[in-house]
């Protein structure tokens, strides 16, 4: 029997399902390859994220610290947020005492005036940024890093106010472990 130059090889079709079986292989390899790639990066970053632990309320017109329920050590990161009057009736935040009982400004904001104390210490020093503190935010949103040391411990947060009666407002502090 004579070959046609029509006439296919029997054994082809094996050399396709051979050659689709290996690009499926390739496939799968390169899918599972990539997919442990996204997932060693998820977990790294998850790690190295910090994760809230609790929310903690510091009213203005509250002379005792608030404490936290969880006990901290080593680095934590917190945002501190809220405003109110203390000091007469004057506004403050976190760091800065910003305006007058008639919303007047100071220009600049004035550091370590009815402000944020962390365990016993205005926020500005016990966060040691006197030096460099954080600029001022209309907004009245901080966030800040915090070396609560080695012994684990509970955090207490206050008002820096001796007279409370007379206060609004409040600040909220989120508390993440890093």
């Keep these: 029997m004579e070959k046609r130059k029509n006439d ?34 998820l977990l790294t970053s998850v790690s190295n994220t910090s994760v809230q632990t609790e929310i903690v309320e510091i009213p203005f017109t509250k002379l005792e610290a608030t404490q936290t329920e969880q006990l901290y050590s080593g680095k934590v990161h917190l945002v501190i947020r809220g405003s109110g009057q203390a000091g007469g009736r004057d506004y403050s935040d976190a760091f800065y005492l910003y305006a007058k009982e008639d919303d007047t400004p100071y220009n600049p904001p ?45 955090l207490t947060f206050r008002i820096s106010d001796s007279i409370v009666d007379d206060n609004t407002g409040t600040f909220w502090i989120t508390v993440y472990r890093i």
């Design 110 to 154: 004035w550091l370590e005036h009815f402000d944020l104390e962390i365990d016993g210490q205005r926020a500005i020093h016990r966060l040691g940024l006197l030096e460099n503190p954080p600029a001022y935010n209309p907004e009245h949103i901080y966030a800040v890093e915090y070396d609560v040391g080695d012994t684990p411990r509970p």
């Design 8 to 41: 296919k090889p029997k054994n082809k079709p094996k050399r396709k399902v051979a050659k689709s079986y290996r690009i499926l292989q390739s496939i799968w390899l390169l899918t599972t390859i990539v997919a442990l790639s996204i997932t060693t990066v």
